[in-house]
């Protein structure tokens, strides 16, 4: 007989204690920490009789869901997670709050003999003009910066407006904002406008308006709240008891110049910035138009326009410079698919006082021809483009190297001619290449989730099939029949692969991340398939059969792995080196990186391992006592790294369009610890 399941006592939060909850989490999810949101109080360790204050958290409903989550491949968001989200946003908050009041209330308090002691209304007014200045001012790196500074700047301002408006409500009757406190009424009018502002900004839906809606809806917000104050002001004004002599119409215009004076102040647009602003500004209609097709965005003005067929980095520049304009307000929609923008008065403003050449033209960068290969001892580097290069590996022979970049193209470059030839593959960044052995043939992965086969010979390429989403990574097994994809979708498919005739037929998903799945690996000798992704899991599976294993690995999301005689290797995005044995959940930590490892390649007999990362060098480890050389340093990120079939070679690629080799006198597993600290000291002497 069934135990019968007891109902949990279920005790209500009194009112005083939820809106107490909600102020310390300024009515923001916790985990999210998306303003505007929903929101719900939730009982951090599931026991609804519970109402301390330590145990109650803030989260909006999609948050809330994942708490309920059981079974499946995604990971529940436990009572441990909620914790540490909650108390590092209270921590947020409460600095953010006090650097706020103290601009907008604590700026106002006199010191009489150790005393502070409010001033009057009809002193905090005149002073608001000169403290909305200092907070934009404040705010001013931020908004120069990238996408999340430009948000937490903005937050600050609207915080700081909010101080204000919870001061000039102390003058109002106890009880006047429907008989709560004034605190926590305001709080919550602002969340509404919050709230407001994403949903109008969005009519598609909520997320195809991309990381810009968010600084765009804090923006919209400050705008509101500076109404509010005049609104306040505006009213309190009318009460004799609060002013003898008062020019509101004279404050009024102060508070309106301050607000313009103190944004143009703020803004420092970058090169792109100013340019498409000038441009616009001189068009005849003052318009920016924005297109999106199958190539990317394109931006025009009637005097400039960044083409599909420029370069990425080109066109990312003036895709934030862009942004920039709208966050900012110096443009706004004019029409309701958000394609046209109008310049504001603003905007014009700010573009008089910019100085452009006329016949200034956009910068179009193409790749030259490589430059000579620079050598520093057995380090040596070649310039392949100005486009970023992703993935990159050596042909069978050892004699050239394949690359892939971030605009389509693919290079092949001979070690002893120094020469290169490309093909383009089109638009869409390359994410990863394998080399069939014994062959000139190279499979590779797109952001349009193509596979394309790629014929070095007669550089050309064929589609071999599609996935639903970008294509992160690609292997083969040994026999050249199946290969694997791991999906920016988080899904790993299987594929039946054929080259007489040159087919590729979609089997079955094997694997499904709960987020982007980075990196597929075949352990051909076990006939395990594993892969790895942004949820920190690694999940592995029999090729031939159904045997399925998942593992939580970490809570940092992970990028690379690869394995040898039974040992997993892995790389995370904190740049830790996991090892392991297939099939155990422990796994050992070397630390040496400080970001990001990319990729990671491992010597033929596994006695060594390889390491690309995000902090702009190469490592090389050896994997039974965990020692690590940097052997390569770079100006910008390394994205993939190799062995070469020898194994006294490596090959990195990295985002300034350089490819890097390291060169070993013996192949590299015959290679002890102090013959590499002699390889390193030489390579550091000799430069």
């Not at 430009?150 to 204000?164: C, I, P, Q, R, T």
């Not at 103190?262 to 792109?272: C, D, G, K, M, R």
């Not at 209609?285 to 990425?312: A, M, V, W, Y």
């Amino acid at each position: 007989m069934k135990s019968p399941t007891l109902k949990k006592n279920r005790k209500s939060i009194p009112p005083p204690l939820a809106a107490e909850i909600l102020y310390m989490s300024n009515r923001t999810c916790c985990v999210c920490t998306e303003p505007g949101k929903p929101v719900q109080i939730h009982h951090i360790d599931e026991e609804p009789s519970n109402n301390s204050v330590a145990n109650l958290a803030v989260l909006c409903l999609h948050c809330h869901e994942e708490t309920q989550k059981t079974g499946g491949f995604g990971r529940k968001l436990d009572s441990a997670q909620v914790f540490k989200f909650r108390e590092e946003w209270l921590i947020r908050v409460n600095r953010r709050r006090s650097k706020a009041d103290e601009d907008s209330i604590k700026a106002v308090l006199e010191k009489d003999t150790g005393i502070q002691k409010a001033i009057p209304l009809r002193d905090y007014v005149p002073m608001l003009p000169e403290l909305l200045k200092h907070a934009y001012s404040n705010a001013r790196d931020g908004w120069a910066g990238t996408s999340a500074d430009m948000l937490n700047a903005s937050y600050y301002v609207a915080d700081v407006l909010e101080g204000m408006l919870v001061y000039l409500a102390s003058f109002y009757p106890d009880g006047h904002f429907d008989g709560r406190d004034a605190r926590d009424y305001i709080s919550e009018v602002v969340s509404v406008r919050y709230s407001w502002h994403r949903h109008h900004l969005e009519p598609k839906g909520a997320g195809p308006g991309g990381t810009v809606i968010a600084p765009m809806v804090a923006m919209n917000v400050i705008s509101d709240l500076r109404s509010m104050v005049d609104d306040m002001v505006s009213s309190l004004a009318g009460d004799p008891r609060n002013y003898s002599k008062f020019n509101f119409l004279e404050w009024r215009a102060k508070w309106e110049s301050a607000a313009g004076e103190a944004i143009e102040s703020a803004v420092h647009l970058t090169v792109e910035g100013q340019t498409l602003l000038k441009k616009a500004a001189i068009g005849e209609n003052g318009s920016i138009l924005k297109t999106t097709g199958i190539h990317g965005i394109t931006i025009t003005t009637d005097r400039f326009e960044i083409r599909t067929n420029d370069p990425p980095r080109i066109k990312a520049k003036y895709l934030k410079a862009f942004n920039d304009l709208i966050t900012l307000q110096l443009v706004t929609a004019c029409d309701s698919d958000k394609n046209l923008f109008q310049i504001t008065d603003l905007g014009y403003k700010i573009a008089d006082s910019i100085t452009i050449e006329e016949d200034e033209e956009t910068e179009i960068v193409k790749p030259s021809k490589p430059d000579k290969r620079r050598r520093r001892s057995n380090q040596s580097f070649v310039a392949i483009s100005k486009t970023r290069l992703i993935c990159c590996s050596f042909m069978p022979d050892d004699s050239s190297v394949i690359v892939g970049d971030f605009s389509g193209g693919f290079h092949k470059f001979e070690l002893s001619s120094g020469t290169i030839s490309s093909i383009s593959c089109g638009d869409s960044s390359l994410r990863c290449v394998v080399v069939l052995p014994s062959t000139e043939l190279v499979l590779a992965g797109d952001d349009l989730g193509r596979v394309l086969l790629i014929d070095m010979t007669s550089k050309i390429f064929t589609e071999l099939n599609r996935c639903d989403s970008p294509v992160y990574s690609i292997c083969i097994n040994e026999n050249q029949t199946v290969i694997y994809t791991a999906e920016r979708s988080g899904v790993v498919t299987e594929w039946e692969f054929g080259l007489a005739p040159r087919s590729l037929i979609r089997l079955r998903p094997i694997h499904r991340h709960s987020a982007t799945c980075f990196c597929v690996q075949i352990y051909n000798s076990a006939q395990k398939c594993f892969s790895v992704g942004a949820d920190g899991c690694l999940l592995s599976s029999e090729v031939n059969g159904e045997i399925f294993q998942k593992f939580n690995v970490t809570e940092n999301a992970l990028f690379a792995v690869t394995s040898h005689d039974g040992d997993i290797l892995m790389g995370d995005s904190a740049g830790t080196l996991k090892t392991g044995k297939l099939g155990q959940e422990v796994f050992k930590d070397y630390q040496g990186h400080g970001d990001a490892i990319r990729a990671l390649a491992v010597s033929k007999h596994g006695k060594w391992c390889c390491t690309a990362s995000k902090d702009k060098t190469l490592r090389v480890w050896e994997l039974r006592t965990g020692r690590t050389w940097i052997i390569a340093r770079s100006e910008d990120y390394f994205y993939d790294v190799n062995f070469s079939h020898s194994n006294m070679r490596l090959v990195a690629c990295d985002g300034g369009g350089n490819i890097h080799f390291f060169d070993l006198p013996n192949p590299i597993d015959s290679l002890n610890i102090a013959d590499m600290d002699k390889l390193i000291k030489k390579q550091q002497h000799d430069k």
